[in-house]
């Protein structure tokens, strides 16, 4: 019965203005995997609809060198998927992306949705948050960056301001011995929302852990970075003793809910459970211990 | 397989409805349309339990484009009578106050009100505007709890039936069922070994992947046509007449093809809502269900309880066993409690047996049938309490089955007695199978459980029809859920002796065939398949009739033989065998078309026995299961297509592992389902599962001309218990309650090893 706007414009600038003009109702479709499901189900009733995979630089993955990369927020995950580079760099910011729904929802979906729909269960983003990754965010006043942990602020609740959208992701160089993985948990094997999803990026030096940073999702209202996790795993040679600290902290975290997916008491042990697993996967892919 | 005795049957052409089907021309529940068709819509209860105290619709039907409103007021009221409907029973009373509410609404979901507009976003605007005045009762969902003397009464005329004597007070409890065999004191008596437990299981959705859809239209002379995805057009017709008042031959229903069924589209929701506002509106009324709808307002099958006590003594003879079954029903009376008590002990030769079933209603939606309704949860508790029995013997779970299985000749606790039956044949291709022979591998544990269904026969009809170039037709009546089209067909040309593809079936409609049961209770292949194969034969005598014609011979005189009229013997004379194509090119001349007809009410239905294997891991640290290795034996008769009855053990099984790890409908504090879509009710996705291996083993039913048996429900009920067996011998802990979810089997683990809880 409401009408839409739809439009598609080709500068960043224009879709900043078509969302400005919306007046709070303008919605960003990037993949359209979140908000079409959400408008089919009468979850939102957006006034402007501004499709933005005809921006360029939202729909590019540049490689920087030295493992640094900058994605746009509308990539595809399965154009990620298909990034030799980029799945060699950051293997588990690559698997985080491409876990998200179907082979045929990988073939819209983008990072940029995935944390702009701000789900705490968000797949992409708590390898994003491990990864470090900085996120461009375009809007009426400019460009700003910011650290992608600070983007959700709750369920469905971001930072942006109006008018404002995320361009891209800037992932950054790091040494070699570094790597990233991320798992999460569902009852099935595939086509599932996390009961806790787990990322960490880390580099090891002979057989020790220098640098390490934990994401951690679906276990409070926002996707959280755990900066104790990670410093329990720097200095230390991933040892049983060093993982169940990182795990212990991980647990510390976590405020999650009773729900149909999980109880409180579940989702705190899978935190831990997850924190170890990923870890391993990480320093195996980082050179071994 | 039955390959060498038959040219024909056990071979694996393409199905008749393949292509269509893959190439998207099949057109399903919400493919049709007519020209002025309105949307409908249904208004449905936010509440669990609550008395309608007014519905207010003139908001509504002055938004413009809104062309009709019903509520109950637009329904006649229907006398307290019982009819059968697939395998279960429906009463009128109930039934139409399902379809619409009455008095009060029962469940959250429950149809109040309905609209058709000219379009959707009309329609849906329209259901916002009817003002309903509720007053909200106290509610209960659980089974346990809607049994207890102070729970929220759902229906002030419910007395227990069964008991005597009758009780005074209503109650949640409509019925009591008792079964009795020997003497089971005295049975328990002999036992030196007695295993006990309680178990319980969730209501579980069928699952199918299309959701209802009707098209109605009603004509001002008082035809209607409906279409509509259903397992039972003739059932369709059937109520509508009932509970619309309107004579069945002014009724044609034309079934489309179906997305899915499994018991659950062998009832009304939509059909005679859409055909009331067709008849208010004057224009046809087309109507389709959301996921949300199909999961909050369509049949479920029951969750419920199951107390089993098994006797036995120490070489593994069981000498006394009993069960106290109570299954959720729905707001109204009518769970099927009574297959689930039947179904306990059958697949066992028990001197003395005792079983108690309960149906009880609650303020969740009516159940529906689901594959071999109530069976499978009466075997999770018996095929597990079997397996402890095993455990507690030191004894192979496949053995202490074989030493106890029924046999022909084994008197059932439920009255009839056992002719040919293949359950120790399955117990034994079990055993002997590869699967079974090798050890599970590292890591994995194994379980086994078997299961048990009657199958059905009842009403069928079909026609023979030989076209003018002496191809054939097949007409019958029952929408095609597994493959049916090709097993009649190459029943057919078994029974003719022609190439399958000169055999074309076609499903008829309500007023293009005559009177057929619906698709359920594994019985198209068998009774509609019996009607198929007594057409045929009624087509051939006439085909006889006409090469005697034709040679001037006495139609006993010939013979039917490889698709042709042959002279009977030389005495005939001497005679060129005339082929259809040549009978049907004269039969102008020899007495006009060629058909054959046949009706009837099909008896001796063959049970059917499964036994399945599987191997899974069970992940302690998280609960996940995950299912390395699955067999399914079973005894199919005959194996008309193997690849379709392969593929409904195949679907069987998995369906009966979702219900084991993680199916189940989860209500709120307010008895609103929590989880009414595919996300968050958990079915099993194709990588969650091993492919199904499958071991078709052949004991022909001697009541049915190609020894055919049912072999659709089987599959579904063995699997609970093989899931949870395989997971007990895994980690040691016996769970009784399903299902068997990761949160739920973590808490057992941790429970059971607190060290692990606290690292």
Redesign the interface.
């Given at each position: 019965?409401n009408d839409i706007r739809y439009s598609a414009p080709h500068t960043i600038d224009e879709a900043v203005g078509a969302l400005l003009a919306a007046k709070g109702t303008g919605r960003i479709l990037a993949g359209g995997t979140d908000l079409l499901v959400q408008m089919k189900a009468g979850m939102a009733l957006p006034g402007a609809i501004i499709d933005v995979k005809n921006i360029v630089e939202m729909s590019a993955i540049e490689d920087k060198g030295g493992g640094a990369f900058r994605v746009g927020a509308a990539v595809s995950g399965a154009r990620i998927g298909e990034h030799a580079a980029l799945k060699k760099a950051w293997p588990g910011v690559v698997e985080a992306i491409n876990l998200i729904g179907s082979k045929q929802i990988q073939g819209r979906a983008s990072p940029g949705g995935n944390l702009c729909n701000a789900s705490p269960a968000a797949d992409s983003v708590p390898a994003l948050i491990a990864a470090g990754a900085i996120v461009a965010v375009h809007g009426p006043n400019g460009r700003r960056e910011v650290a992608v942990e600070k983007i959700q602020i709750g369920p469905g609740k971001t930072s942006l301001q109006p008018g404002e959208i995320v361009v891209s992701f800037s992932l950054p160089a790091r040494p070699a011995g570094s790597s990233d993985a991320y798992l999460r948990?569902i009852?099935?094997?595939?086509?599932?929302?996390a009961?806790v999803g787990c990322g960490v990026s880390l580099t090891m030096k002979d057989g020790v852990c220098t640098a390490a940073r934990v994401g951690l999702g679906a276990v409070a209202p926002t996707v959280m970075l755990v900066e104790a996790a990670g410093a329990a795993l720097v200095g230390s040679k991933l040892d049983a003793e060093a993982l169940?600290k990182a795990a212990a902290a991980c647990r510390a975290v976590c405020k999650p809910i009773n729900?149909?997916?999980?109880?409180i008491?579940?989702r705190t042990?899978?935190a831990g459970?997850l924190l170890k697993r990923v870890a391993a996967i990480a320093a195996e892919r980082a050179g071994g211990r | 397989m039955s390959k060498g005795k038959y040219k024909w049957i056990g071979t694996r052409p393409d199905r008749p409805d393949g292509a269509d089907k893959v190439t998207g021309r099949a057109r399903f529940g919400a493919d049709f349309n007519m020209p002025g068709q309105l949307v409908g819509k249904v208004l449905r209860s936010p509440h669990a339990h609550a008395v309608i105290k007014s519905i207010d619709a003139s908001a509504a039907l002055a938004l413009p484009g809104v062309k009709a409103v019903v509520s109950a007021v637009d329904f006649p009221d229907q006398p307290n009578l019982i009819v059968p409907t697939g395998e279960m029973q429906v009463n009128l009373r109930d039934i139409t106050r399902n379809v619409m509410a009455r008095e009060k609404a029962l469940y959250e979901g429950h149809p109040v009100a309905a609209v058709a507009a000219t379009t959707e976003?009309?329609a849906k605007?329209a259901l916002d505007l009817i003002k309903v005045e509720y007053e909200v009762l106290p509610h209960v969902i659980d089974v346990a709890d809607a049994m207890k003397e102070d729970a929220p009464i759902l229906h002030d005329h419910l007395i227990t039936e069964g008991v005597k004597p009758a009780p005074t007070k209503p109650s949640n409890i409509a019925k009591r069922i008792d079964n009795l065999k020997g003497d089971i004191e005295a049975g328990f008596k002999q036992a030196e070994i007695v295993v006990e437990r309680h178990y319980t299981t969730q209501a579980v959705h069928q699952g199918y992947i299309e959701p209802h859809a009707t098209l109605a239209s009603a004509a001002e002379d008082g035809q209607i046509q409906l279409w509509s995805t259903t397992q039972g057009h003739f059932q369709v017709r059937g109520f509508c007449s009932r509970l619309l008042n309107i004579e069945t031959s002014q009724i044609r229903v034309t079934p489309t093809e179906i997305g899915g069924g499994f018991g659950g589209k062998t009832v009304v929701y939509l059909e005679p809502i859409a055909v009331r506002l067709s008849q208010k509106s004057g224009k046809p009324v087309k109507m389709v269900m959301s996921r949300d709808e199909v999961f909050r307002a369509s049949g479920p099958a029951p969750g419920g309880t199951v107390h089993v006590k098994i006797g036995a003594k120490r070489d593994g003879t069981i000498v006394a066993a009993e069960c106290t079954i109570a299954l959720q029903a729905g707001a109204f009376p009518g769970s099927p409690v009574g297959p689930a008590c039947w179904t306990s002990f059958a697949c066992y030769d028990i001197p003395n047996i005792k079983v108690v079933g309960y149906d009880v209603v609650s303020n969740r939606p009516k159940v529906a049938a689901y594959r071999a309704p109530g069976a499978p949860i009466s075997a999770w508790g018996v095929e597990s309490t079997v397996d402890i029995l095993a455990q507690e013997l030191r004894m192979d779970p496949i053995d202490l089955r074989l030493k106890n299985a029924a046999k022909k000749g084994t008197k059932t606790s439920y009255g009839p007695t056992f002719d040919t039956i293949g359950f120790v044949e399955t117990l034994e291709a079990a055993k002997a199978s590869e699967h079974y022979k090798s050890k599970p591998r590292a890591g994995m544990s194994r379980g086994v459980a078997a299961g048990f269904w009657f199958n059905v026969g009842a009403d069928s009809s079909a026609a023979a029809h030989v076209a003018e170039d002496g191809t054939v037709t097949i007409i019958s009546g029952n929408p095609d859920i597994g493959g049916s089209r090709a097993s009649l067909a190459l029943m057919a040309a078994e029974e003719l002796g022609v190439d399958y593809s000169k055999v074309r079936p076609v499903i008829a409609d309500t007023s293009s065939i005559g009177f057929n049961f619906v698709t359920g209770g594994s019985r198209v292949t068998f009774a509609t398949g019996l009607a198929v194969v007594n057409s045929v034969r009624d087509m051939i005598r006439e085909l006889k009739v006409r090469a005697a014609k034709t040679w001037g011979v006495d139609p006993d005189g010939v013979i039917w033989e490889d698709g042709c009229a042959k002279p009977a013997g030389s005495n005939v004379g001497e005679f060129e065998p005339l082929s259809l194509a040549q009978l049907a090119a004269t039969a102008g001349r020899t007495g006009g078309p060629i058909n054959g007809h046949a009706q009837l009410n099909a008896q001796g239905a063959g049970p059917g026995f499964g036994v399945h294997i599987v191997d899974l891991a069970v992940d302690r640290?998280?609960?996940?299961v995950t299912v390395d290795r699955y067999t399914a034996a079973q005894d199919v008769g005959t194996a008309i297509h193997p690849s379709y009855v392969e593929g409904q053990l195949q679907g069987g099984a998995v369906q009966g592992v979702g219900w084991a790890?993680?199916e189940e409908y989860?209500y709120g504090s307010k008895g609103r389902l929590?989880?009414a879509g595919f996300?968050?009710y958990?079915m099993?996705?194709a990588?969650?599962l091993p492919m199904i291996e499958t071991i078709l083993v052949e004991v022909p039913n001697p009541h049915h001309p190609y020894g055919v048996r049912g072999v659709g429900e089987v599959p579904i009920v063995p699997p609970l218990a093989a899931v949870g067996n395989a997971v007990a011998r895994s980690t040691g802990i016996r769970l009784t309650d399903l299902p068997l979810?990761?949160?739920r089997l973590?808490?057992a683990i941790?429970a059971a090893t607190p060290r692990m809880?606290a690292?």
């Amino acid at each position: 019965m409401n009408d839409i706007r739809y439009s598609a414009p080709h500068t960043i600038d224009e879709a900043v203005g078509a969302l400005l003009a919306a007046k709070g109702t303008g919605r960003i479709l990037a993949g359209g995997t979140d908000l079409l499901v959400q408008m089919k189900a009468g979850m939102a009733l957006p006034g402007a609809i501004i499709d933005v995979k005809n921006i360029v630089e939202m729909s590019a993955i540049e490689d920087k060198g030295g493992g640094a990369f900058r994605v746009g927020a509308a990539v595809s995950g399965a154009r990620i998927g298909e990034h030799a580079a980029l799945k060699k760099a950051w293997p588990g910011v690559v698997e985080a992306i491409n876990l998200i729904g179907s082979k045929q929802i990988q073939g819209r979906a983008s990072p940029g949705g995935n944390l702009c729909n701000a789900s705490p269960a968000a797949d992409s983003v708590p390898a994003l948050i491990a990864a470090g990754a900085i996120v461009a965010v375009h809007g009426p006043n400019g460009r700003r960056e910011v650290a992608v942990e600070k983007i959700q602020i709750g369920p469905g609740k971001t930072s942006l301001q109006p008018g404002e959208i995320v361009v891209s992701f800037s992932l950054p160089a790091r040494p070699a011995g570094s790597s990233d993985a991320y798992l999460r948990l569902i009852p099935r094997t595939e086509m599932d929302i996390a009961v806790v999803g787990c990322g960490v990026s880390l580099t090891m030096k002979d057989g020790v852990c220098t640098a390490a940073r934990v994401g951690l999702g679906a276990v409070a209202p926002t996707v959280m970075l755990v900066e104790a996790a990670g410093a329990a795993l720097v200095g230390s040679k991933l040892d049983a003793e060093a993982l169940e600290k990182a795990a212990a902290a991980c647990r510390a975290v976590c405020k999650p809910i009773n729900d149909k997916r999980g109880t409180i008491v579940y989702r705190t042990k899978i935190a831990g459970v997850l924190l170890k697993r990923v870890a391993a996967i990480a320093a195996e892919r980082a050179g071994g211990r | 397989m039955s390959k060498g005795k038959y040219k024909w049957i056990g071979t694996r052409p393409d199905r008749p409805d393949g292509a269509d089907k893959v190439t998207g021309r099949a057109r399903f529940g919400a493919d049709f349309n007519m020209p002025g068709q309105l949307v409908g819509k249904v208004l449905r209860s936010p509440h669990a339990h609550a008395v309608i105290k007014s519905i207010d619709a003139s908001a509504a039907l002055a938004l413009p484009g809104v062309k009709a409103v019903v509520s109950a007021v637009d329904f006649p009221d229907q006398p307290n009578l019982i009819v059968p409907t697939g395998e279960m029973q429906v009463n009128l009373r109930d039934i139409t106050r399902n379809v619409m509410a009455r008095e009060k609404a029962l469940y959250e979901g429950h149809p109040v009100a309905a609209v058709a507009a000219t379009t959707e976003a009309v329609a849906k605007a329209a259901l916002d505007l009817i003002k309903v005045e509720y007053e909200v009762l106290p509610h209960v969902i659980d089974v346990a709890d809607a049994m207890k003397e102070d729970a929220p009464i759902l229906h002030d005329h419910l007395i227990t039936e069964g008991v005597k004597p009758a009780p005074t007070k209503p109650s949640n409890i409509a019925k009591r069922i008792d079964n009795l065999k020997g003497d089971i004191e005295a049975g328990f008596k002999q036992a030196e070994i007695v295993v006990e437990r309680h178990y319980t299981t969730q209501a579980v959705h069928q699952g199918y992947i299309e959701p209802h859809a009707t098209l109605a239209s009603a004509a001002e002379d008082g035809q209607i046509q409906l279409w509509s995805t259903t397992q039972g057009h003739f059932q369709v017709r059937g109520f509508c007449s009932r509970l619309l008042n309107i004579e069945t031959s002014q009724i044609r229903v034309t079934p489309t093809e179906i997305g899915g069924g499994f018991g659950g589209k062998t009832v009304v929701y939509l059909e005679p809502i859409a055909v009331r506002l067709s008849q208010k509106s004057g224009k046809p009324v087309k109507m389709v269900m959301s996921r949300d709808e199909v999961f909050r307002a369509s049949g479920p099958a029951p969750g419920g309880t199951v107390h089993v006590k098994i006797g036995a003594k120490r070489d593994g003879t069981i000498v006394a066993a009993e069960c106290t079954i109570a299954l959720q029903a729905g707001a109204f009376p009518g769970s099927p409690v009574g297959p689930a008590c039947w179904t306990s002990f059958a697949c066992y030769d028990i001197p003395n047996i005792k079983v108690v079933g309960y149906d009880v209603v609650s303020n969740r939606p009516k159940v529906a049938a689901y594959r071999a309704p109530g069976a499978p949860i009466s075997a999770w508790g018996v095929e597990s309490t079997v397996d402890i029995l095993a455990q507690e013997l030191r004894m192979d779970p496949i053995d202490l089955r074989l030493k106890n299985a029924a046999k022909k000749g084994t008197k059932t606790s439920y009255g009839p007695t056992f002719d040919t039956i293949g359950f120790v044949e399955t117990l034994e291709a079990a055993k002997a199978s590869e699967h079974y022979k090798s050890k599970p591998r590292a890591g994995m544990s194994r379980g086994v459980a078997a299961g048990f269904w009657f199958n059905v026969g009842a009403d069928s009809s079909a026609a023979a029809h030989v076209a003018e170039d002496g191809t054939v037709t097949i007409i019958s009546g029952n929408p095609d859920i597994g493959g049916s089209r090709a097993s009649l067909a190459l029943m057919a040309a078994e029974e003719l002796g022609v190439d399958y593809s000169k055999v074309r079936p076609v499903i008829a409609d309500t007023s293009s065939i005559g009177f057929n049961f619906v698709t359920g209770g594994s019985r198209v292949t068998f009774a509609t398949g019996l009607a198929v194969v007594n057409s045929v034969r009624d087509m051939i005598r006439e085909l006889k009739v006409r090469a005697a014609k034709t040679w001037g011979v006495d139609p006993d005189g010939v013979i039917w033989e490889d698709g042709c009229a042959k002279p009977a013997g030389s005495n005939v004379g001497e005679f060129e065998p005339l082929s259809l194509a040549q009978l049907a090119a004269t039969a102008g001349r020899t007495g006009g078309p060629i058909n054959g007809h046949a009706q009837l009410n099909a008896q001796g239905a063959g049970p059917g026995f499964g036994v399945h294997i599987v191997d899974l891991a069970v992940d302690r640290d998280t609960g996940i299961v995950t299912v390395d290795r699955y067999t399914a034996a079973q005894d199919v008769g005959t194996a008309i297509h193997p690849s379709y009855v392969e593929g409904q053990l195949q679907g069987g099984a998995v369906q009966g592992v979702g219900w084991a790890l993680n199916e189940e409908y989860i209500y709120g504090s307010k008895g609103r389902l929590d989880n009414a879509g595919f996300l968050d009710y958990r079915m099993p996705v194709a990588s969650d599962l091993p492919m199904i291996e499958t071991i078709l083993v052949e004991v022909p039913n001697p009541h049915h001309p190609y020894g055919v048996r049912g072999v659709g429900e089987v599959p579904i009920v063995p699997p609970l218990a093989a899931v949870g067996n395989a997971v007990a011998r895994s980690t040691g802990i016996r769970l009784t309650d399903l299902p068997l979810s990761p949160p739920r089997l973590s808490a057992a683990i941790d429970a059971a090893t607190p060290r692990m809880a606290a690292e």
